[in-house]
């Protein structure tokens, strides 16, 4: 039986500790492991009993040593090689533990994943406190979603072509949602509530863009709030929002602004809605500076009756407003690390907590 062999130098000597809890990781979690040999000069020799691709290797091993040995960014790889055969991994931002994929499509692994698991629960919990019902929202959307006129030209198609002018064959039958909001208003259909009604989820999302450029991606995760119901209560709400979110992020301790912005998931035509936006105000981006890095995390959006005019949903008696506001969990974890970089010692005492409670 022939061996894989994969050779890994380290960039610092590794602890017994952390030898011991990366020997025991990987032989638990990966059986094709036939033996394991710590050599001189920070090298590591990984044999597997049978053949694997050089990129299942690589995330096996970076795997192992970001779980298990909590090793981030001291810790990265200077070469590997695989069946004799010389592997150049292709990693970004691999400090924070996210591994290139593809254009826009990341691998995540701690910190970054555990960082981001923990911003989750902590934004979930805190739109529970008032009164939001956590529910679980699909991606995958039927075409007669789209139909309801949302033009947006980043849209993906299950089935047919990706088109930038809006164009779809007859094919298509399903679509990858861009909007974390947008499995809400199906399920209002031709309802009257009285009140307003409030819900939070973790949604996934696509867009199909013309490029993509850390923290931009093709698939993302979004930690949605949407609220649905009476206008002025729903214009009450929206006063509200933009200061309990902002005490919500001191967690995190990042600089941040809170502006208006011009574009739109539900509408193609920029130029009318950038103007309509600016005199109402009805999007606000929370934008992330650091040094020369800025970029948008997070940002709330009245969509007056756009919604309930298009699935019928009441308030009262009549049409209903909504709502949403979307959190960007990579990007707000990419501006995390940017701040405090990946020492837990540098980090907030009020998230250290939360991380630590979470690991615990």
Not at 31 to 37: A, C, K, P, Q
Not at 103 to 123: H, L, M, R
Not at 249 to 274: H, R
Request: charged share 20%; glycine share 4%; net charge neutral.
């Amino acid at each position: 039986m022939n061996d894989s062999n994969l050779k890994i130098r380290l960039n610092r000597v590794l602890s017994n500790d952390e030898l011991r809890s990366l020997f025991n990781t990987l032989n638990s979690q990966y059986h094709s492991i036939s033996e394991i040999v710590f050599g001189q000069e920070r090298e590591i020799e990984i044999r597997f009993s049978t053949p694997l691709p050089p990129s299942d290797v690589s995330i096996i091993f970076r795997a192992a040593l970001l779980e298990s040995a909590k090793i981030t960014q001291s810790v990265l790889f200077t070469s590997d090689k695989v069946n004799n055969k010389s592997f150049q991994g292709n990693f970004s931002y691999s400090d924070f533990g996210a591994v290139f994929v593809d254009d826009g499509v990341f691998v995540f692994f701690p910190p970054i994943s555990t960082v981001i698991a923990v911003i989750d629960k902590y934004f979930r919990e805190q739109f529970e406190k008032i009164n939001a019902i956590s529910c679980s929202l699909p991606s995958l959307l039927p075409i007669q979603v789209f139909k309801k006129n949302i033009k947006h030209n980043s849209i993906t198609f299950l089935t047919g072509n990706n088109n930038k002018n809006q164009q779809k064959d007859n094919s298509s039958t399903h679509f990858l949602s861009h909007a974390a909001c947008l499995p809400i208003y199906p399920l209002l259909t031709n309802k009257d509530y009285y009140g307003i009604r409030l819900y939070t989820s973790n949604v996934k999302c696509f867009r199909h863009e013309d490029y993509y450029n850390w923290p931009r991606l093709k698939e993302y995760q979004v930690r949605e709030f949407v609220a649905v119901g009476d206008e002025l209560e729903i214009e009450r709400l929206h006063i509200e929002l933009e200061e309990l979110l902002s005490q919500m992020l001191e967690i995190l301790g990042i600089q941040f602004e809170i502006k208006s912005a011009s574009d739109s998931f539900i509408d193609s035509d920029k130029e009318l809605v950038s103007i309509y936006q600016n005199i109402v105000h009805t999007k606000k981006e929370f934008i992330f500076s650091c040094g020369d890095k800025m970029f948008s995390f997070g940002s709330i959006n009245k969509h007056g009756t756009f919604f309930s005019k298009q699935w019928n949903i009441k308030s009262n008696g009549k049409l209903a407003a909504s709502l949403c506001v979307g959190f960007g969990l990579e990007r707000i974890a990419t501006a995390f690390f940017e701040t405090h970089g990946v020492n837990l010692l540098n980090w907030p005492i009020s998230f250290r907590h939360l991380y630590e409670s979470y690991n615990s």
